[in-house]
């Protein structure tokens, strides 16, 4: 995993050709692109990039960009691939730029920082959809859209991350995935610029209907595009997006007030209510889910292990310590949010529930009262933003999963179980805050499926032995897993080689995607796949 | 402390960007969601807090030298603190806006100086003031005015009119009317008149934190042989610097300090002022940096990093916490909602994650440019409300505010909260 063989000096660096970035000056004006060292040194460094096979052993990559240049419309994106191709330079889109993903392989790559392409180009709230540029944050286009009485689905990993990217390029889910669906499946029309500088337009954008879907008439590539995971800016860029909203009987603005983080909820309107079930065992918690969502209600729900929810909730320590390494629990908790449409709906989706908890054995926790806990998680549920928290809980370190599953609570269940297993020998060692513990499990279309991060995982990055140890860790535990369904996280070009024979080959149809659509392979692929 | 005590800190930064936003929760528009001028301004990433964390890890890396490129980044930032408090709701590990501030000692000890600067420096070392003007000058601001002078007599309070006050002519009505206000009162107020000398405060934040110290100690003396036992300043800078950097300095400061819109709360709700005069006008209100997020009175810490199995880092014993809790925020706009016939009305960007006017960290002189740009920016947002005046509390953001809608051609008038008391008495 982690190999210090750069030194801190060894920066490695490589100019653009001179012609190539005049052109590219030419194209976004000379303020707008950039060789300073000190400009390209932040762009060097990356969340979780101590991991990098070629590392420095920080977050800081072993090489600089040749350049970094924030492009402001479709026609600049358009031109600057052109120029790459032309010169046969490597680029590397970005947006809000948290993630290893946002990373890249080599010297000579010019990143995009598509933060000037930040506009809501459209919000449609008859046909409920919004049309945004790569740079607009959730919580931008949440308050916008709230105020309209919409919503949208959101991914965990925190409000202030681009829309754009996790619906076309990246992968994650969040708690209103419940009720609304994963967000690679809310996508609607998307304009696209291919590695080779041509613009392709999916879905009904591709015959001139406008934005609102994604399967047609016109080209639906979506699986081409992104896949389940996203092509992590393996494939071009994508400039604009469409994604779906849908119906929000709640207030128009958070209602939250106080000083971060200790925030209350303001009074919350009949419809809304917001609960918290703590389950002995995973298997409760499966009924529990599946009985709820046969019954289909609620809009918002999110489970996670009972340690992930102490870190990620900080006014919960005072009555739970954080599980340091020590047990493995088979506790868990789930997350939900009521949000109905009339006092009649309310007192039938009430009913379901309580009739849903009785017979499935979910607690309430006595910590549920503080109103503190309760504003946290009402907003999380809302405006997710909880993972940050989490990570800085511990250390700063980051997440890898000891498994990352997509099926149906019961499949979740048993995987969950069987992870638990293979991390026994190294229960209690101080590396691991437990498998089921820091889980992060959202479910998806009234659980239909859900997703499974088979474990928050927790090295200090200032600390080099933490992370040798945790490889080690990670190599033994993952040894004795399953290859077929039981497998660390896919994303990684590395991770598709080696995940691909387990999953259809599907390694293989990357390569054929990438070297048809990047003939001169100057979309940086190190989070997607290289073409030979 | 110094830059490579930090160097923890840096790393574990996870480029989260939550140091360029509004919270997500308070998020009430996309017009008005950016936090940091800095990076809303210049959009490359280094010019976030997070930005400049990663940057300063290069430095001391040795993967960057110090040159006049990246001492155009360290200075193009107001130290507003927003990005600094955002950071915090999540976790004492990273710490920017301490890792910002060493940033520019280090350039100051280097002898990596910014020419803007030097002037004003210069000029500080010379006239005791950061507006490059003469020192014999510095209490004109009063002429007229029947206020003791404590240089010759005693008194419990003292008004300090800081470098702005004094020497701003246009912003005089203010430090006069704190005055007047005060004595109305009944408060035994008193002035240090032409031996007043800046706090230090707008110094150090350009990285000369010997002139804080010098100042701090010069100012606290004599205080001291004045008898006063309270001090009172109408600017938010000042406030900022007496609660949070003189304590970090000066470990024996141990005089009551209060801004202006406390002490007129305070001598509303006893009665010694009445409000009744109406002033009907619309108004919403810009919370100063130092006064509110900034203006949390310093608690010492001394302890050590600790890793718990996990691993968990720790401090112990734990750190203090800054998330803006303690700022002034309530008083101003009690103040308001107090005077009759005043509506108020609030911007997006408040309290602990207010927009900063631009005026601060040394912009005002350095980049003057960038500091009218932001000042602009909440110009806009105030317009936004719907709202005739501005109201602050602090003459730098009054300054610079009123010189951003005079630029940008907007009607909207800036106040100081002491001018709206004023008017209502």
Redesign the interface.
């Known amino acids: 995993l982690l190999f210090q063989s750069i030194k801190d000096k060894e920066v490695i660096k490589m100019a653009l050709p001179r012609e190539a970035y005049q052109m590219l000056e030419t194209i976004v004006g000379q303020e707008n692109v950039s060789e300073e060292p000190a400009i390209l040194e932040s762009y060097s460094f990356y969340f979780m990039q101590e991991l990098a096979r070629r590392g420095t052993g920080t977050r800081l990559s072993p090489w600089r960009p040749s350049a970094v240049i924030l492009p402001g419309s479709t026609k600049e994106v358009q031109d600057i691939i052109k120029v790459c191709n032309r010169f046969k330079i490597k680029s590397k889109a970005q947006s809000s730029g948290w993630g290893p993903w946002d990373g890249y392989a080599q010297e000579d790559t010019l990143i995009i920082d598509l933060r000037r392409m930040n506009r809501i180009i459209e919000i449609d709230s008859k046909n409920r959809y919004a049309v945004v540029e790569p740079y607009v944050s959730w919580a931008q286009l949440h308050a916008e859209v709230m105020k309209l009485g919409l919503t949208l689905s959101m991914a965990g990993v925190g409000c202030h991350c681009s829309v754009l990217a996790n619906y076309t390029s990246g992968f994650g889910m969040g708690p209103g995935n419940w009720s609304m669906g994963v967000t690679e499946k809310n996508l609607l029309g998307v304009e696209w610029i291919l590695p080779d500088g041509e613009v392709l337009k999916l879905g009904s954008l591709g015959s001139g209907d406008g934005w609102f879907c994604g399967d047609g008439p016109g080209l639906s590539l979506r699986g081409l595009l992104r896949g389940e995971y996203g092509a992590m800016g393996g494939l071009g860029v994508v400039t604009k997006c469409g994604v779906r909203l849908y119906h929000w009987p709640g207030p128009p603005v958070m209602p939250i007030e106080g000083i971060l983080p200790d925030t209350r909820l303001t009074e919350l309107p009949e419809n809304i209510k917001t609960y918290l079930f703590t389950f002995s065992s995973l298997d409760k918690q499966t009924d529990f889910l599946y009985q709820l969502g046969r019954a289909e209600i609620g809009r918002f729900m999110y489970c996670t292990g009972y340690g992930a929810l102490v870190g990620c909730v900080p006014q919960l320590r005072k009555y739970i310590p954080l599980n340091l390494g020590g047990s493995i629990s088979d506790e868990v908790t789930t997350w939900f949010i009521l949000a109905c449409n009339s006092p009649r709906e309310m007192e039938y989706q009430e009913k379901v529930l309580n009739a849903i908890v009785a017979e499935t054995d979910a607690k309430v926790p006595d910590f549920w009262d503080d109103p503190l806990v309760k504003a946290t998680i009402f907003r999380y549920l809302i405006r997710p933003d909880y993972v940050f928290n989490y990570f800085y809980g511990f250390s700063g370190g980051g997440f890898l999963y000891l498994s990352d599953y997509i099926g149906s609570p019961d499949a979740i269940a048993t995987l969950h179980k069987r992870v638990n297993e293979s991390a026994k020998p190294w229960e209690g060692k101080g590396l691991l805050p437990g498998c089921t513990d820091a889980t992060f499990q959202p479910m998806y279309d009234y659980a239909h499926a859900g997703y499974l991060d088979g474990s928050g995982s927790h090295w200090d990055p200032a600390d080099p032995e933490t992370l040798k140890e945790y490889g080690h860790m990670m190599k033994d535990i993952t040894s004795r897993l399953d290859p077929q369904i039981e497998r660390p996280s896919i994303g990684t070009k590395y991770f598709n080689e080696k995940g691909g024979p387990t999953l259809s080959n599907y390694h293989i149809w990357q390569k054929r995607i990438k070297r048809v659509f990047d003939p001169n392979y100057v979309s940086d692929a190190s989070y997607y796949m290289d073409p030979e | 402390m110094a830059l490579e005590d930090y160097?923890?800190n840096m790393?574990?930064?996870?480029?989260?960007?939550?140091c360029?936003?509004?919270?997500?929760?308070?998020?009430?528009?996309?017009r008005f969601?950016q936090v940091c001028p800095s990076i809303a301004r210049y959009?490359?990433?280094?010019y976030s807090a997070?930005?400049?964390v990663?940057?300063a890890?290069?430095l001391l890396?040795?993967?960057?030298?110090l040159?006049d490129?990246?001492l155009d980044?360290i200075y193009r930032c107001q130290l507003g603190g927003a990005c600094d408090t955002n950071c915090r709701?999540?976790?004492e590990?990273?710490e920017p806006l301490d890792i910002m501030h060493e940033l520019r000692m280090k350039c100051v000890e280097e002898g990596h100086l910014l020419p803007q600067l030097m002037v004003v420096i210069e000029g500080l070392r010379k006239e005791d003031n950061m507006m490059q003007k003469p020192k014999a000058e510095r209490g004109n601001w009063a002429d007229g005015l029947d206020v003791k002078d404590l240089t010759r007599e005693k008194a419990e309070v003292v008004f300090h009119a800081g470098c702005r006050l004094s020497y701003d002519t246009e912003l005089w009505p203010i430090a006069r009317g704190t005055v007047t206000l005060l004595k109305k009162a009944g408060v035994d107020v008193g002035i240090m008149g032409k031996d007043e000398t800046c706090c230090g405060g707008r110094a150090y934040e350009m990285g000369y934190k010997g002139e804080l110290t010098k100042y701090a100690e010069n100012n606290r003396d004599a205080w001291r042989n004045a008898g006063v036992k309270k001090v009172v300043v109408a600017c938010g800078d000042g406030y900022g610097t007496l609660q949070n950097f003189y304590p970090q300095v000066l470990p024996d400061f141990n005089f009551e300090v209060l801004h202006i819109t406390q002490y007129l709360e305070q001598l509303v709700k006893e009665d010694k002022l009445k409000l009744t005069k109406e002033v009907p006008m619309k108004v919403t209100y810009h919370d100063p940096c130092h006064l509110g997020r900034l203006g949390e009175h310093y608690l010492p810490w001394e302890g050590v990093e600790k890793?718990?199995?996990?691993?968990?880092?720790v401090y112990e014993p734990e750190k203090p916490p800054r998330?803006?809790?303690t700022g002034v925020y309530e008083p101003p706009r009690n103040l308001l909602r107090s005077i009759p016939g005043l509506q108020f009305v609030e911007m997006e960007r408040i309290?602990?994650y207010s927009w900063c006017c631009g005026a601060g960290g040394g912009v005002i002189d350095a980049y003057p440019d960038f500091a009218i740009w932001t000042a602009r920016e909440r110009i806009e947002e105030a317009k936004a409300t719907g709202a005739e005046a501005i109201i602050t509390a602090c003459p730098w953001c009054n300054r610079i505010l009123r010189d951003a809608a005079k630029e940008s051609g907007s009607n909207l008038e800036v106040y100081d909260i002491v001018e709206l008391v004023k008017k209502a008495i």
């Open positions: 160097r923890n790393l574990r930064c996870v480029r989260c960007s939550i360029k936003w509004v919270p997500g929760v308070h998020i009430k528009s996309w969601a959009n490359w990433h280094t997070g930005g400049r990663e940057t890890l290069a890396m040795g993967r960057v030298e040159d490129n990246l980044i709701i999540n976790s590990l990273v890793t718990l199995p996990g691993p968990r880092v998330h803006g809790m309290r602990e």
